[in-house]
Every structure is written in C-alpha cells, then in structure tokens.
C-alpha cells in the first residue's frame, strides 16, 4: 500500500530548497550505496552549508504532516536527501536497504518516501515506478507532493529522456515496524476518522478501544 500526500511543501518552501539547491555541489549518486550497480543519479554534496539548510526545510514540513504521521507512524526520520536525474540517468528495480548507518546510530527503514519538487511537465520520463504483483504504477507528483510506500517495495525510477529531474527521498523507522500491521492500524484509525460519527457512540467508542489497543500492542 502506497500514499500520495499532496502539499507537504508550500510554495514557498519549494521556492526555498530550488533556489538553495542552485550552484551546490552534487556526486555520484552510489556514494551512499556503493554496491548497487542499479543507481544512477547524481545527490546533493551535505557537506555544504547550505545543503543541511535545505534539507531541514523539507525534514519539518514532512514531521508536521498529519496525512504522513497517520500513515507512517514515525518513531525516526532520516534526514532528506536532495537527488538529480540528468539524461540518461536511472534507478534501477531495487527495494531499499533494510537499515541506514547515521550518525546517531542505525535507523530501521519501514517506510520510504520522495518528494517532488519540479513541474511533471518539465522533464520526460523519470517516473517512479512502483511494482504491485504483476503491476507497475507509474508516479509523477506535482511540486510539494510526497510519495511514501513500504521499504520493502520493489520500486524503480524510469530513464530520465530529457530536461531534470530534482527530488528528495527520505526513510521512516515506525513505530509499527510490521507492513502489515502498519496497514491495518491506518485502516482502523480511517474508519474511525471517517465513519465514526456514523453508527452509535457506543460503538465509536468501541472502535477507538480496538485501534488504541492495536497500536498498544503492535508499537515497538
């Protein structure tokens, strides 16, 4: 189960990162995941000054997201990372690493996300591509919108054909660390949110008992 979350960022944070992220440096995408052969992109250098500015702007817009902090449960979140797709350049199929080394020590990636940043129309090709069974999804989100799914995910970004393609990616550690788990809880809190006011305050009642046990029982 995947969630496309629109206006995470405002236009005026988009116009933030876009205008920091004029001039920096970028690197070889396979610095931070040395062995995937698969990765073909080009990261934000965080060494810079202005790459961590850039990078908390979008860390606080995904933290005050009520549609992400409903669907993910997050217990961390990594530091988002600025990425570049120039002609040519791909992703290919992968699912993300089961853990990422950061400097307050391993964070578990339960959920990933990208948020875009520039107008669809503006490149060609560069979809992400996530694999559902036998399906693939193709996603070209609007400027401010954020994409997140399960970390384990077969998923993939298209060939870039022309123009560029600027993005930033990020990994969640949940507190419900079990997909499946995570899914149904979101679930039962949707129901609740949406139909609650629907049936007898009785059973409104027993139905926020259930979800506030579910989530006692499956938090780690």
């Known amino acids: ?46 060494t810079q000054p202005n790459a961590a500015k850039l990078s908390q702007i979008a860390a606080a817009a995904i933290a005050r997201n009520e549609e992400i902090r409903n669907f993910a449960f997050p217990k961390r979140i990594a530091q988002p990372l600025l990425s570049r797709y120039e002609r040519g350049m791909t992703y290919g199929e992968h699912a993300d690493a089961p853990f990422l080394q950061l400097p307050t020590g391993p964070l578990r990636s339960d959920v990933s996300g990208t948020l875009f940043l520039e107008d669809p129309a503006s490149y060609k090709g560069g979809e992400l591509v996530i694999h559902m069974g036998s399906e693939k999804i193709a996603v070209k989100g609007e400027p401010g919108e954020m994409i997140i799914y399960p970390s384990t995910t077969l998923h993939e970004v298209a060939p870039l054909t022309e123009g560029r393609r600027l993005s930033m990616f990020t990994f969640i550690e949940s507190q419900i660390p079990d997909e499946a788990e995570r899914e149904l809880l979101y679930l039962v809190y949707e129901v609740h949110a949406l139909e609650g006011f629907n049936v007898k305050p009785e059973n409104r009642t027993r139905l926020q008992y259930i979800a506030s046990r579910l989530h006692r029982m499956w938090s780690r």
Do not use: C, Y
Not at 11 to 30: P, S
């Open 1 to 46: 189960m995947f969630l496309l979350v629109k206006n995470v960022l405002t236009q005026t944070e988009i116009g933030q990162i876009l205008q920091l992220a004029e001039g920096l440096k970028f690197v070889d995408g396979r610095q931070t995941n040395v062995h995937n052969a698969a990765k073909h992109n080009l990261q934000l250098d965080m």
